[in-house]
Structure formats: C-alpha cells, structure tokens
C-alpha cells in the first residue's frame, strides 16, 4: 500500500530555514509526480509546490516562489522541501502527496501522508 511518511517539520525562526523529507513506498516512485501542501487549522488544504516524475519540471504557488525549493531523489524514493526565508504566514501542517497517474495539475494527489508540522514563530 501506499506510504508517505514526512519529516523534517519543526519549530524555525522567522528568515530561518528548514527542510522537509518525504519518504515514499508501496508504490513506483520514479512514475509519478509529486507534491508538497500545507494546512492551517479551520482552513482548506493548499497546494505548494510540484516535481514531476524525473525531476524536470517543477511549480510553486506564488507566496512561496524564490524561498522554497522541491526536489526529489528517485534512487532513495524520496521528495524535499527545502524552505528559506521562511515567514509566520508559513506555519502550518505540511503535507506530501502523490499525485495521480493522469494528472493534469500539481493539485490532483491520489494519496497523502500524515504530515509534519512547520511554525514559524519568534
């Protein structure tokens, strides 16, 4: 079965800087895209960032263009987040997903994991 399991999150200063692991199995890594998204309580799900399956093309949302970074290594079955410059309006529960098969957009996942937490706090 699919698994995605997140670490990385934590608590981070604001300008500071951390990265987000995603370690995928159950599944073939290199066929699919990938994407991270967060949560704020009482808030909807918000796509963040995209890679597709070799790496080649990737997609932010505009807020967080120019501070985070998406990559993925296909020989450890494995997404980051590399997040810089990070802001208060960053907290929030970080997700991983696997996007579908057929997706169009960065935003169509099939499955997620359990997520990690990111605040941003002085």
């Known amino acids: 079965q699919v698994q995605l399991v997140e670490s990385g999150g934590g608590l981070a200063q604001p300008g500071g800087s951390l990265r987000l692991s995603c370690k995928a199995s159950?599944?073939?890594?290199?066929?699919?895209?990938m994407s991270w998204a967060r949560q704020v309580p009482g808030k909807r799900l918000e796509w963040v960032s995209g890679i597709s399956s070799d790496g080649s093309d990737t997609d932010y949302r505009d807020s967080v263009k120019g501070r985070f970074t998406i990559s993925r290594d296909n020989a450890k079955n494995t997404v980051y987040l590399q997040m810089n410059t990070l802001g208060f309006e960053d907290t929030a529960l970080y997700y991983c997903?696997?996007?579908?098969?057929?997706?169009?957009?960065?935003?169509?996942?099939?499955?997620w994991g359990q997520g990690t937490q990111v605040t941003v706090s002085s």
């Open positions: 997903a696997k996007l579908k098969e057929d997706y169009s957009n960065y935003w169509e996942y099939d499955y």
């Open positions: 159950g599944f073939t890594f290199s066929k699919y895209a």
